[in-house]
């Protein structure tokens, strides 16, 4: 555990951005943590630096990811098939199998070190979850989480037509985290019928607006989710809107 634990989390709204660019910079925020870490073991606690702590929110373009335990045969759509419908595929160092990322679905990524919070990973994926659980609340719905499956489930309970609206993917190293959850918001539920998502047959997948019949404040759901996490964790959020472009600051 770090000698003095920083709650500061710096929140960084990046817009629409390219999956591989996102993932890139997670990477880099990653691997600075963690080398910063490997370096305060040289020297007395008094003498260490606090580690940072980031959470990324984010859109992505059309894009299927395959995580390292996943099957490729859950990908339902060749080369021609992907290039028809504007979608790119990346296989990636997340756990869990294949999902979809497009507009409209909020994407959340934190980059924490837990040593600054709890060094407990499941307690941190449920903290992701009940996020996502409250936020619905706020909306009216009634969700929840389903033994065995990761994510967040609508009729999680009698299970009669059980429907998946967040899905989860984590890496830890060291205790620092990346990748994180996405959450169907206002998401084109389409792209979910060319994979088998999560590796999970019989199962749907479903969205906010799909579930309050019309499309909703994205922002607005942003800010619920933020809100939610922050307490969760007892987060010291600070804005830093600077990777942004100002086309998306003017949105904001």
């Not at 307490?231 to 990777?243: N, P, Q």
Request: charged share 25%.
């Amino acid at each position: 555990m770090n000698p003095i634990q920083n709650k500061k989390v710096v929140f960084q709204p990046l817009g629409l951005i390219d999956y591989q660019e996102a993932w890139d910079y997670q990477e880099k925020l990653f691997a600075d943590t963690i080398q910063l870490k490997i370096e305060n073991r040289k020297f007395p606690e008094v003498e260490q630096k606090v580690t940072p702590n980031y959470l990324l929110f984010c859109q992505h373009p059309h894009v299927y990811t395959l995580g390292k335990s996943g099957d490729l045969e859950n990908l339902l759509l060749d080369e021609q098939g992907l290039a028809e419908r504007q979608v790119t595929f990346y296989k990636i160092n997340r756990g869990g199998d294949i999902t979809y990322h497009g507009p409209g679905q909020i994407v959340a990524y934190p980059i924490l070190d837990l040593d600054n919070f709890f060094t407990d990973i499941h307690r941190y994926l449920r903290y992701l979850e009940e996020a996502v659980i409250l936020t619905l609340a706020d909306y009216g719905l009634e969700a929840g989480r389903i033994d065995g499956l990761t994510g967040v489930w609508l009729d999680h309970v009698e299970q009669e037509n059980p429907r998946k609206i967040c899905a989860m993917g984590v890496k830890s190293s060291r205790w620092v985290t990346m990748h994180g959850l996405a959450f169907n918001v206002n998401s084109d539920l389409q792209y979910f019928e060319y994979i088998v998502p999560c590796g999970i047959k019989d199962k749907a997948v479903t969205s906010l607006e799909k579930e309050l019949g019309g499309r909703q404040n994205i922002r607005e759901v942003e800010e619920k989710l933020k809100q939610h996490l922050s307490d969760l964790f007892e987060m010291e959020l600070e804005a830093d809107t600077s990777r942004l472009s100002s086309e998306a600051k003017l949105e904001l």
